[in-house]
């Protein structure tokens, strides 16, 4: 963390083959690249990493918008094609999703009536105290045929299929749109079922495309097909024969680890976010009724406070349990949840930044927990409690030949550092191999960074006005998830010398590594 007063620095990186001088883009799933200028008086060194034309995401356009992984919206009335470009002249096969779908989207007209209530709740009550018996229920069955068809008609005129290169999805009744997902932009697929889900037997299916904000789902689909089409389209985004890739199946897994709920509910016990939002919730709606004797006042603040103790305990534990990591060709694959469930799929290759996370009070049992950061996906954790060896096994799978540096590794600011965070900076450590950059912060809940040199976009070195006069500087590396990880309150003479250091490993980093492709 830099001081009050630091010079800002901007995010900039090169794109694989680019020049480093010039205004180059960034490959598909490797973040930003827009450069700003730096702005006057600002004491900034900064060194781009070039790469060595190898992208995140395999063989795709670096085009990021909708365009190629994307929507495409045709106008109103404009027929879409229906034949894959792969094959000209042959007929395109579409399927649609399974039929309790309508049941799902039927919702949507009741979902309209009850926002309008909740946002004009007066006005909703003096409406209802004018229908009589009679009215309410001319309503209800105008209401729910109504309901009805418009669930069915959602469902008949959504299709959805599988050329060579992407998947398409056609919905729209009177306004027709087409999403053309690019299979080699895609970062992760993942099926999911939620409670009702699980009883009628049907998965939502999840992507994760490079350049879109949101994932692409199909809801609903039988289980089966669910995970039938997900093994489809991996196959197909490896490179596999059309004609083949429906046959290739759901790759085989093998169990490395599971996370038994009574040491879940252990871990979420002794951290520190569970008691101190439930202290929260339990002190503040106190004081409040001390000083104002307001109900109203009490319930406005008790309720925000009682949903954060929730999610912080019994909402992790949900989403989080019965957490198994399975080992196959496509990745690690991850299953949690106790309503709902997650079948969701690390991607090889395409990790950007693993933390290990150890709370004060897990140090003694020797737990962490491990998050990740992945270029165009959602999925953040890969281990919500584990014993801190089998974590760094696992570690070791998702990053390939990367050794987690140990404690005494780290090297720690200078002396004089503790003018700048008295205390903290004993938290703050360096470590550099030839695989990672790996950089240590906090003291209390202790979290340890590690960034693959071939992931590194650009390379920074920043001072602020106290740093400046203690001759103490940060060094800061982005990745291709729009993340930053940070070397805090190195020596000047050090972090110059890393700056350089690091813009070489970078290169030559990507210039050595394998290119990401799912299944390779």
């Known amino acids: ?39 006057p008086g600002e004491d900034e060194a900064r060194t781009n990493c070039p790469a060595s034309g190898k992208g995140e995401a395999g063989t795709g356009s670096p085009a990021s918008g909708r365009e190629q992984a994307g929507t495409s919206s045709p106008a109103p009335g404009q027929e879409v094609p229906s034949t894959s470009p792969a094959a000209p002249g042959r007929g395109l ?5 399974h039929p309790v779908t309508p049941l799902r989207r039927a919702w ?50 959504t299709h959805y299929a599988v050329t060579d290169t992407e998947l398409r999805i056609r919905t729209g009744l ?24 699980r009883v009628a037997g049907v998965a939502k299916l999840k992507l994760d495309v490079i350049g ?84 109203w006042t009490v319930l406005a603040t008790a309720l925000p406070l009682l949903g954060a103790a929730g999610a912080s305990s019994a909402g992790r534990f949900v989403g989080e349990y019965d957490w198994t990591v399975a080992e196959s060709p496509d990745g690690l694959r991850l299953d949690h949840g106790l309503l709902d469930r997650a079948h969701e799929t690390v991607p090889p290759g395409r990790v950007q930044t693993v933390r290990i996370v150890e709370p004060l009070l897990w140090r003694r049992r020797g737990w962490v927990r491990v998050e990740l950061d992945v270029a165009g996906s959602s999925n953040s954790v890969l281990l919500p409690v584990a014993p801190r060896e089998i974590a760094e096994s696992v570690v070791a799978r998702v990053l390939p030949g990367v050794t ?46 590690l960034v693959p040199h071939a992931k590194v976009q650009s390379v920074r070195r920043t001072q602020g006005p106290w740093q400046r006069a203690l001759r103490l500087a940060d060094v800061r590396v982005d990745t291709g998830a729009n993340k930053t990880v940070t070397a805090r309150l190195r020596d000047a003479d ?3 010398e890393l700056l350089r250091a690091q813009a070489e490993r970078s290169r030559t980093g990507r210039r050595d590594a394998l290119p990401d492709r799912w299944m390779a």
């Open 212 to 295: 879109t904000g949101k994932k692409d789902e199909l809801a609903f689909l039988g289980n089966d097909e669910a995970r039938a089409l997900r093994a489809e389209l991996l196959a197909r985004a490896a490179g596999l024969a059309p004609e083949t890739a429906h046959e290739v199946g759901e790759a085989p897994s093998r169990q490395l680890l599971r996370v038994p709920p009574r040491v879940l509910a252990v871990a979420l016990l002794l951290t520190g976010a569970t008691w101190g939002t439930l202290i929260a919730a339990a002190l503040v709606p106190t004081l409040l009724w001390l000083a104002t004797h307001n109900l």
């Open 494 to 496: 050090e972090a110059a």
């Open 93 to 97: 096969a579409e399927r649609r999703l």
């Open 108 to 157: 949507a007209p009741v979902a309209v009536l009850v926002g309008w209530a909740v946002h004009d709740p007066d006005q909703a009550q003096r409406q209802l105290t004018r229908l009589t018996t009679t009215h309410l229920l001319l309503g209800l069955a105008v209401l729910i045929p109504a309901a009805a068809l418009y669930g069915f008609l959602t469902w008949w005129f």
């Open 1 to 39: 963390m830099t001081t009050p007063g630091e010079d800002e620095t901007a995010r900039g990186s090169v794109a694989p083959g680019a020049d480093p001088a010039g205004g180059g883009s960034v490959a598909p799933g490797e973040g930003p690249a827009a450069r700003r200028s730096v702005a």
């Open 404 to 449: 987690v540096p140990a404690g005494p590794a780290l090297s720690r600011p200078p002396r004089r550092a503790a003018r700048c965070r008295p205390l903290w900076w004993r938290g703050y450590g360096l470590a550099v191999t030839h695989t990672v950059f790996a950089a240590r912060y906090g003291l209390l809940s202790r979290s340890l960074a």
């Open 174 to 197: 009177l306004f027709r749109r087409t999403a053309h997902i690019r299979l080699e932009r895609v970062q992760a697929i993942d099926v999911t079922q939620p409670l009702l889900a």
